[in-house]
């Protein structure tokens, strides 16, 4: 496949170019706007009429948007070349200088949360604040755990120099990682599909690769963790925060309770969901037992089906349409205005993701596309969280935010409906036993690995609380949590030990791993809901719990269909259809080797 007949992004939404003169107009706005508002408003938020505070709201709005479109395009501009300086350099100084500039700006939520909720309700019988309302609700959610604005302004000072600064070593040195096989050097993206080659050797030699670079890095990677970890603790507990995961818990509005019973109902289920699974891969693969490169390998008897990006595009769409056609027009938009940015190339970040740096308009989407079936799924697991902010995007600027646990819905549902719609165009039983076992494959990375990795950060996070932890002791704990998730049938050895840092969100989103778990455990229950029947309207009914997800609690958006959260069957429904595609994949086996 040529790359040239793969799109790149079109950012002008947004800029033309770093060189693009509104570039400097916007941020000089920005600079002037905050500081007049701060001049404005500091100290004078229990005096304001409705009419005054709705003014300082929707100034608050406008910069945001500022803001909003000043960092995400500095972002996107170099996600696609961190080898390119000045791109790096320009996200740095357009960082540098928002956070300088917004900090006039950082009383507001301080002083605001020191207001009786008499007056807010007062402001809040204005049909126009109201407007806001779960904007200003959730500004209030964090009261409790505010510092004082010396405090907060100093942190928000630091960041850069502290945090942000752990990350940012963490993404670049990454990034810039060579992997060396054969004489040939690779690039992470390059050497994950490797990764999925269907010679084993091959798999184990690049695996093993993977290992020892990690490894050589590991004295870095182990300090930027150890520093990560402190500071968020540093952090956690000037603010009040009871455990490591509160901070992450109260912004998803999810009990620390409700993450717990996830965590230990999938962990009851590592051994008739993984270790079954892989036990038949080692049967399939040939083996007694397989490596650790091996979970994600093609099955020997796999048709290697390449697809190109139109096949791929037009296989997403049709079964967008086929689930709703309101879907699919919404869905049809990125590929119509060249919103996605699809081939891998040098210095391009690795994965894939969908990016909005402003809820009120379109996202972007960056894809990795090389041609597998699995790059399929990823092109529809990323169209579904594209359709999902822009459901979203009436509910404007400032109500909107980033809830990880319903992020992972519509993507991991976008999955489903195109994994079901290759399903259901597959007769051959040896081609549906490979299309399952992949997908099942991928619902263990997603539904019951996120949370061995989640019960990685969990401990080390405990650990450090008495001092750093080695690099040993690191690998130590992976090894431990990858073992008893994946079980006897799966080795991990000096091959595989070392590999920890390979998961990103362990350093810029700490406690982010276990929303991939519950989204999928979500997404399954409420998929077999929408295969029972049961509901009437369901597609519609879905498309509109998708364009809420910012805004109410699980309970009442799940209501329309019979399902509760906060009961812990509702995990087991959704791990059952897990355990329903294994006993498919059982049959199917025996069927086959009859
Ligand atoms: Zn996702």
Redesign the pocket.
């Known amino acids: 496949m040529k790359k040239n007949d793969m799109p790149a992004w079109d950012l002008s939404d947004l800029y033309q170019s770093i060189n693009d003169p509104q570039i400097s107009k916007d941020l000089e706005q920005y600079r002037r706007q905050t500081a007049s508002f701060a001049r404005k408003y500091k100290g004078k938020l229990a005096t304001l009429s409705a009419n005054e505070f709705l003014a300082a709201v929707q100034n608050i709005e406008k910069r945001s948007l500022i803001a909003a479109r000043l960092g995400g395009f500095a972002y996107l501009n170099m996600v696609t070349q961190m080898k390119n300086s000045e791109a790096v350099m320009f996200y740095q100084s357009v960082e540098e200088k928002l956070t300088d500039y917004s900090k006039p700006a950082v009383f507001f939520s301080l002083e605001y949360n020191a207001l009786p909720q008499a007056k807010i309700n007062e402001w809040l019988k204005d049909k126009r604040v109201q407007t806001y309302k779960y904007w200003l609700k959730r500004l209030r959610k964090f009261k409790d755990y505010q510092l004082s604005e010396p405090e907060e302004e100093l942190l928000l000072e630091k960041s850069l120099t502290s945090g942000d600064a752990w990350v940012r070593l963490y993404e670049e040195h990454s990034s810039r990682l060579e992997f060396t096989i054969d004489g040939k050097t690779y690039n992470d993206a390059e050497l994950s599909k490797l990764l999925l080659d269907k010679d084993g050797a091959l798999r184990l030699r690049a695996g093993a690769e993977m290992n020892r670079v990690f490894k050589q890095n590991s004295h870095l990677m182990t300090f930027i963790y150890n520093m990560v970890i402190k500071d968020k603790a540093v952090e956690d507990e000037k603010r009040g925060f009871k455990t490591p995961v509160s901070a992450r818990n109260l912004s998803e509005d999810v009990s620390d309770e409700s993450v717990e019973v996830l965590a230990q109902t999938v962990k009851k289920h590592y051994k008739d969901i993984a270790h079954r699974f892989y036990k038949l891969k080692a049967k399939w693969l040939g083996m007694k037992k397989i490596n650790y490169w091996d979970r994600n390998a093609p099955l020997p008897f796999s048709n290697d089906v390449n697809y190109s990006w139109d096949e791929a595009v037009k296989i997403v769409l049709n079964a967008y349409k086929e689930f709703s056609p309101k879907l699919y027009k919404i869905a049809k938009d990125f590929f119509d205005h060249n919103w996605i940015d699809v081939p891998p190339r040098d210095g391009k970040r690795s994965g894939a993701?969908?990016s909005g740096p402003l809820a009120s308009e379109h996202p972007y989407l960056m894809l990795n596309f090389a041609g597998k079936q699995n790059d399929v799924l990823t092109l529809a697991?990323?169209l579904?969280?594209g359709c999902h902010h822009q459901l979203r995007t009436k509910n404007g600027e400032l109500n909107e935010h980033s809830r990880m646990t319903s992020?992972?819905v519509a993507?991991?549902f976008g999955e489903m409906i195109v994994f079901q719609s290759m399903l259901r165009n597959t007769t051959d039983d040896r081609a549906k036993l490979c299309l399952i076992a992949s997908k099942v494959g991928d619902m263990i990375n997603t539904a019951i690995r996120q949370i061995a990795f989640h019960f990685f950060e969990l401990r080390a996070h405990t650990e450090r609380k008495n001092g750093e932890l080695s690099a040993e002791r690191l690998s130590q704990i992976w090894v431990e949590e990858m073992r008893d998730s994946l079980g006897d049938y799966v080795v991990i050895d000096e091959n595989s030990a070392d590999i920890w840092p390979m998961v990103g969100h362990f350093f810029f989103l700490p406690f982010y791993v276990y929303a991939?778990s519950y989204a999928d455990c979500f997404v399954n229950s409420l998929y077999q809901v929408h295969q029972s029947g049961t509901v009437d309207n369901f597609a519609d009914k879905y498309l509109d719990m998708l364009s809420k997800t910012a805004l109410e609690d699980y309970g009442k958006l799940l209501k329309p269909f019979g399902l509760n959260p906060n009961n812990a069957q509702f995990w087991e429904y959704g791990l059952s259809l897990i355990s329903s595609y294994i006993d498919e994949l059982e049959r199917l086996d025996k069927k086959i080797n009859k």
């Open positions: 993701f969908c697991h990323e579904g969280h992020e992972e993507s991991v991939y």
